[in-house]
C-alpha cells in the first residue's frame, strides 16, 4: 500500500463547492452508449460538450459490473468538463475489466489527438504502461480513483481508502456487540490499488476487537457474481450458524452475499453485511433492514476535482493550485487530493445522499421502499 499524507478534506470540499454546483449533480444519465466498453476504433470514443474545436480529454474508467461509473463517474466528469471548458471535448472508453483493452483504449485516445488521460486503472501495475506512454507522447495522466503504480503522473484524485476500511470496520464492530464474534470477509479486487488498504482498515478494527474471521476471499474484478459464490461457499464451510456478520468491501458485493444468504434460508437482517458506493440498491438493502451500512465516496466532487485537473493540464496551463499534499506511487510523489467519506445508514440517507443529489428519492423510494423512505425522513 502506498502511504499518504492526509489532511483536512473540508477546505477542499468548501473551495470546489461552486464547480461542483457547476457541473451539476443530476445523475439521470445512464451512459447506456458506453456500457458496452469502447472498441479501438475511434468511433470507440463518444464525445461530450463543446463544439469540438477545444482540446481532447480522455477519460478511461475500468468497468461496468459496479453501477457508479456508467451512472456517476462519467456523466459527472463530463459535466464538469463542459462547465469549466464548453469547447473541450471527452472522449470515454470503458475497459471492461480487461487491462488490455485499457491499454489499447488509450493508445487509440492519444492517437485521436487526446491532451489529458484520466485514468481509472483496471490493474493499477498494468496502467504503469499507460503512463509511460502518454508521457512519452507528452501527454499528461491524472491518476482516478485508482492509484497508478510505479509511473509518472501528474496528479491523483481519490479518498483514503485505508479510512473506508476502517469506517466499514467500525459499523460491523458495534453491530455484533452482544452476538457470537465470527464473520465472513469478502474483500476487492487484487489488481485496485484500493482493496488492500480497504481490508487493512478493516482488518485494524476487526483484529482488535477480537472478532474471528472464519472465511476470507479476496474477489477478482469486485465481481458481485463471484462474491456470491463466495459467500456459497463460506455458508457451505462454515455452516449456517458459523458466522454473525459478513464483511463486504462494496455495495455490489454485497448484493452477491446477501442473494446467497437468502438462498440458504438465512435472513440477512440477522447477519449484519457492510458495503460501500451508495449504490441505489445498496441504499434500498439498507431501507430494508437486508444490508447494515455503506459508504458515500463524494463522487461529484472526485469528478468536479478530476477535471480541475484535467482541463488546464490538456491546455498546456500548470497543474492548478487545489492540491494539497503528495501520494508516492513508487515512482515518485504524485500531487494529491484525498476527499473525505461518510459512513451511511438509514439516518443519514437525506444528507448527504439526497442533499448532494448524489441519488433521488424517487430512484431510492419506489414503491417496495416507500413506508421505509417516510420512517427514514427521506423526501
Not at 507528452?138 to 481519490?158: M, Q
Not at 440458504?264 to 434500498?284: C, F, H, K, M, N
Not at 441519488?359 to 427521506?378: E, F, L, R, V
Amino acid at each position: 500500500m502506498a502511504t499518504t499524507h492526509r489532511w483536512a478534506a473540508a477546505v477542499l470540499v468548501a473551495g470546489l463547492s461552486l464547480g461542483a454546483a457547476a457541473c451539476g449533480s443530476d445523475n439521470s444519465s445512464t451512459g447506456t452508449a458506453a456500457s458496452t466498453g469502447a472498441s479501438t476504433s475511434a468511433a470507440a470514443a463518444t464525445t461530450a460538450g463543446g463544439s469540438g474545436q477545444g482540446v481532447k480529454i480522455g477519460l478511461l474508467l475500468p468497468e461496468n459490473k459496479t453501477a457508479r461509473y456508467e451512472n456517476q463517474d462519467k456523466p459527472l466528469f463530463e459535466k464538469a468538463v463542459k462547465a469549466q471548458c464548453p469547447d473541450c471535448q471527452v472522449l470515454y472508453a470503458n475497459a471492461q475489466q480487461d487491462p488490455a483493452k485499457q491499454q489499447q483504449q488509450a493508445e487509440q485516445m492519444i492517437t485521436n489527438g487526446a491532451k489529458a488521460l484520466v485514468i481509472d486503472a483496471v490493474d493499477v501495475q498494468a496502467a504503469g504502461a499507460i503512463a509511460n506512454n502518454a508521457k512519452a507522447h507528452k501527454v499528461p495522466v491524472v491518476s482516478y480513483a485508482r492509484l497508478i503504480a510505479g509511473a509518472p503522473l501528474d496528479a491523483y484524485v481519490s479518498i483514503d481508502p485505508y479510512k473506508v476500511g476502517v469506517q466499514q470496520g467500525k459499523a460491523l464492530v458495534a453491530a455484533l456487540k452482544g452476538k457470537p464474534q465470527t464473520i465472513v470477509m469478502i474483500n476487492g479486487s487484487p489488481t485496485d490499488s484500493n482493496a488492500a488498504p480497504y481490508k487493512k482498515g478493516a482488518h485494524s478494527v476487526i483484529d482488535k476487537a477480537g472478532i474471528k474471521v472464519v472465511k476470507e476471499y479476496d474477489t477478482p474484478d469486485w465481481s458481485p457474481d463471484k462474491a456470491q459464490t463466495e459467500m456459497e461457499q463460506a455458508i457451505t464451510g462454515a455452516g449456517k450458524n458459523g458466522f454473525s456478520g459478513v464483511y463486504s468491501a462494496n455495495d455490489g458485493m454485497a448484493g452477491g452475499a446477501i442473494a446467497a444468504m437468502k438462498s440458504a434460508g438465512i435472513a440477512p437482517a440477522s447477519r449484519p453485511t457492510t458495503g460501500q458506493d451508495a449504490e441505489v440498491a445498496g441504499l434500498q438493502r439498507i431501507l430494508a433492514g437486508d444490508q447494515l451500512m455503506t459508504v458515500y465516496q463524494p463522487i461529484p466532487q472526485i469528478a468536479a476535482t478530476a477535471a480541475k485537473l484535467a482541463v488546464p493540464l490538456a491546455q498546456g496551463q500548470p497543474l492548478p493550485a487545489i492540491t494539497t499534499g503528495t501520494t508516492d506511487n513508487g515512482a515518485g510523489k504524485v500531487p494529491s487530493v484525498l476527499l473525505d467519506t461518510v459512513a451511511i445508514t438509514k439516518d443519514n440517507i437525506q444528507n448527504p445522499i439526497i442533499s448532494d443529489g448524489f441519488a433521488t428519492a424517487a430512484q431510492i423510494c419506489t414503491k417496495a421502499y416507500q413506508k421505509a423512505c417516510t420512517a427514514a425522513g427521506i423526501r
